[in-house]
């Protein structure tokens, strides 16, 4: 499974942003996806996750509210719609492929990352 993400950019608090992850491989529909994010210095945190059907989303509380993953398995993307930005936003966001969990090391595939810095 390949993943690589896009939609990163530089945006003021209050706006939103669109980050999409291609994926592809034979099987990756078949398995949860998430998103994580990493600011400089700290440790990679959980965003948001799918389930393989769509049907059911998880999300961490600094995000609940304001985010919105979803994904389209025909065209093979998934997507975090971020809306009401702040400038705690700002970090690298991976997409991950294999697991709904909220810790980093069930995913077994990962994408390059898309950098989202949201200005105050």
């Known amino acids: 499974v390949q993943l690589v993400e896009s939609g990163g950019g530089l945006v003021q608090a209050g706006e939103s942003l669109r980050l999409s992850c291609a994926a592809s491989?034979?099987?990756?529909?078949?398995?949860?996806m998430g998103w994580f994010r990493q600011a400089p210095g700290k440790e990679r945190e959980y965003v948001a996750s799918i389930n393989w059907r769509g049907g059911t989303t998880y999300y961490s509380d600094s995000v609940k509210g304001r985010f919105t993953i979803s994904r389209d398995n025909a065209n093979g993307a998934v997507y975090l719609q971020m809306n009401v930005l702040k400038p705690e936003d700002t970090a690298v966001y991976f997409c991950?492929?294999?697991?709904?969990?909220?810790?980093?090391?069930?995913?077994?595939?990962w994408g390059q990352g898309t950098q989202v810095i949201v200005s105050s």
């Open positions: 991950a492929g294999g697991s709904t969990a909220e810790t980093p090391r069930y995913y077994t595939y």
């Open positions: 491989g034979r099987t990756w529909e078949m398995y949860g």
